[in-house]
């Protein structure tokens, strides 16, 4: 009888485990995990669950209030998915903005906190996207090192004003719809507290 009830512990855990992912990723796994162990967590980017056909908007929770985001999944579905996978896993909860140029932009979204982290892989160039006021686009390492102009796996930028000297460069994936003021206010050091997606 205990044999079996154990067995049937571990069939239920492993049927969950692999359901649609809807589950699991509601409980945002990564969450309480701390964030230097999320660095190289993964081995590959996330298969492709997005629906490019729907409306995805990430509303970042940050220490200074929210920010939503639209995201394109439309033009960016590898960067848009990703996004979607770390936001859902808690992989962003707790992470600072590591990066604030005054005019120019914000960075987070490294685990490390020092520029130099991500989850253990990147993404596909997905250029096309301007970089207007509010875009949020992947950072990357330079040419001399990424001639494919592949993003960041984790590490995401928001500009505080028009810099189109970045277009065909790096990978926009949204825009900012709501918050910019609050934007405008995070300091270094700031946290984004945890990120909900919302699919229309």
Known sequence: MRKSLILAMIFGFLVFGACSGKEVSK????????PAQRNGYYKSEPPMTI???????AVIHTTEG???VQLRADKAPHG????VFLAKQGFYNG?????????????????LGNGTGGPGYTLPAEIGLTHE????????????????????????????APTHFLDGGYSVFGYVVKGMDVVEKIKKGDRIESIDIVVK
């Open 27 to 34: 409980s945002a796994p990564l969450a309480d995990v701390p």
């Open 51 to 57: 629906d490019t056909s729907k409306s995805y908007q």
């Open 66 to 68: 929210d920010v939503t």
């Open 80 to 83: 848009v998915n990703n996004f």
């Open 95 to 111: 992470l600072t903005f590591h990066r604030v140029e005054p005019g120019f932009v914000v960075q987070g979204g490294d685990p």
């Open 133 to 160: 006021k509010g875009a949020v686009a992947w950072a990357r390492l330079p040419d001399s090192v990424n001639p494919d102009k592949r993003s960041s796996g984790s590490q995401f930028y928001i500009t505080l």
